[in-house]
């Protein structure tokens, strides 16, 4: 109910305040006249009495509204002083000054009016003027008391927070929209979270966000064009961008969590709406605060950033829309801004490290990176989607790429194991990655594997369940098994001779372990494939 009321003073300042005076003067209007009709033979008023009495108001209200104009002034200096000049706006389009000044000079001329008609010099006056002086003592005594909740309004004017939420209130689709062109009607709410921000003042920052994230979210639906959505969304995440760079300026992590948190909720709410416009918007920004986030060394934050891009890429085990639908996703430029990101992410979180080691705070960010896009990959797979296979893959293979030019040989390693093993889940569901409208690049892939051998590390340390001969012994196993002839073809004839001339030795014991666990079946097959690497005699 108050929420409902406090939404409508918001939106409608004028019309509601206007309707709230001129019911409290009929109020008072009815009231004066019953109290004076009851009471007016009992205490009738002489002359002079009256006039001095109509004199003391007048001089008391003009010295009130005096009063009242120069502290809201003052109120107004101190505003702008500490936050911002866009903020004087805000005091002049409020009507609480304009409608007490114009209720004040009301009543003041309404009893000068009634003070001269005051004429004689002896007796009582007559009931119609008792009637008016009975009234400007009420309209006095009406006005004193409408000046608390303009006090209350003037306060609020030096309260930052309160400033902020009062503007985010009146928000909605329109407006924005209308004043992208003109001044920004969201700059002065950021003016006030921009300071906050430089003022170490969490919970400002984490009040006026939430707020205005819930009115953008109002504002932004299905039912609109996809620009008008995208339009919001883009005024909005600039302005969230800004307030993550002074976060990372001032030092302060915890500041740029909630940051992201925002972030992430109206992110959510476009993937959920089905808007790949807005939610590659939203991605991009994310995207830049990642890099910003990467050089401060917040690596809570660069694991808020991974985890929002986790939460949006599950598609669907979360009730946000399918992320893949068939051949054609609804998300084609946001999921490619959401896999780029995260191949930077994987480049940059390599480049942060020396040395192979998994204690490291940025390996397990490096781990997630590469987690996530094997789980898009999976997925992928299971719907058959060849564009977001290729592309998630090509970007594990980008981030494998670099960890070579890197010479950084044991990420190449962990990055073509978990392309293998995207590899030999697919052939499992009967699926031949090599439809692929750019199959070089697990070939190039495959060459990591085989770099990684050529420079193993020392001590040897294994990076998967299965040694990557294993691996693709069982991959050639179930190709074949399964009529996967393209699949089966590349590892009889390209791939596992390459591991034979590494080390032949090693790849003949790893045929036996697998033999010793196959069926008869398997081993017939096995038993083929190890022929034609190791022919007879």
């Known amino acids: 109910m108050f929420n409902k009321i406090a939404r409508v003073e918001s939106r409608y300042p004028w019309s509601f305040w206007l309707i709230y005076y001129c019911i409290f003067l009929l109020s008072i209007a009815l009231f004066s006249l019953g109290y004076t009709h009851l009471l007016i033979n009992l205490h009738p008023t002489d ?123 009146k928000i909605d689709k329109k407006f924005i929209i209308s004043s992208e062109a003109r001044n920004n009607y969201l700059e002065p709410i950021f003016d006030i979270i ?93 995207d830049q605060i990642h890099t910003l986030s990467l050089d401060a060394d917040f690596r809570k934050s660069l694991r808020k950033i991974i985890t929002i891009l986790d939460t949006v890429s599950k598609g669907t085990t979360d009730d946000l829309g399918k992320i893949y639908t068939g051949d054609n996703p609804p998300f084609r430029k946001a999921n490619y801004s959401l896999t780029s990101c995260l191949e930077k992410i994987g480049k940059e979180t390599i480049d942060k490290m020396d040395e192979w080691q998994k204690s490291d705070p940025y390996f397990k960010i490096f781990d997630y990176t590469i987690w996530i896009l094997k789980k898009i990959s999976n997925y992928a797979v299971s719907k058959k989607n060849w564009l977001a296979i290729n592309d998630s893959i090509r970007r594990i293979y980008g981030i494998g790429k670099h960890a070579l030019d890197s010479n950084q040989i044991e990420y190449a390693g962990w990055c073509a194991s978990n392309i293998l093993s995207i590899w030999k889940d697919a ?75 590494i080390e032949p030795v090693n790849l003949k014991i790893e045929f036996e372990k697998v033999l010793r666990e196959a069926d008869e079946t398997d081993e017939r097959i096995l038993l083929e494939i190890k022929a034609a690497i190791f022919p007879p005699g």
Request: hydrophobic share 45%; charged share 20%.
């Open 194 to 286: 921009h300071i906050a921000i430089n003022r170490y003042d969490l919970p400002v920052v984490k009040n006026c966000l939430k707020d205005l994230s819930e009115e953008i979210i109002e504002s932004i639906s299905v039912s609109n064009l996809p620009v008008e959505n995208s339009s919001i969304i883009k005024i909005y995440t600039q302005h969230l961008r800004h307030c993550a760079q002074l976060a990372i300026d001032v030092n302060d992590e915890e500041i740029l969590l909630d940051i992201l948190a925002n972030f992430h909720k109206i992110l959510i709410y476009t993937v959920k709406i089905t808007d790949d416009i807005s939610s590659n918007e939203i991605i991009d920004k994310i």
């Open 47 to 169: 002359v002079n009495s009256a006039r001095y009495l109509l004199s003391a108001l007048i001089q008391s209200q003009a010295s009130i509204i005096a009063i009242v104009i120069t502290l809201t002034l003052v109120a107004i200096q101190i505003t702008v002083s500490n936050y911002s000049p866009r903020v004087v706006a805000i005091f002049l389009k409020s009507p609480h000054m304009y409608l007490i000044f114009l209720f004040y000079v009301f009543s003041i001329g309404f009893e000068i009016i009634t003070l001269q008609s005051i004429s004689g010099n002896d007796g009582v006056i007559s009931q119609n003027l008792e009637y008016l002086v009975s009234y400007s003592i009420w309209l006095t005594i009406f006005l004193a008391i409408s000046l608390l909740p303009y006090l209350r309004n003037t306060l609020d004017g030096l309260n930052p927070e309160k400033i902020a939420l009062g503007l985010i209130k």
């Open 427 to 501: 052939i499992e569901l009967g699926v031949e990655i090599f439809n692929l409208p750019n199959t070089e690049e697990i070939y190039l892939a495959c060459l990591v594997t085989q770099y990684y051998h050529e420079h193993p590390p020392k001590p040897y340390e294994s990076y998967s369940s299965y040694s990557y001969e294993t691996l693709l012994i069982k991959i050639g196993l179930n190709a074949e098994k399964r009529g996967l002839t393209r699949s089966r073809n590349f590892v009889v004839f390209t791939m596992l001779p390459e591991f034979k001339k």
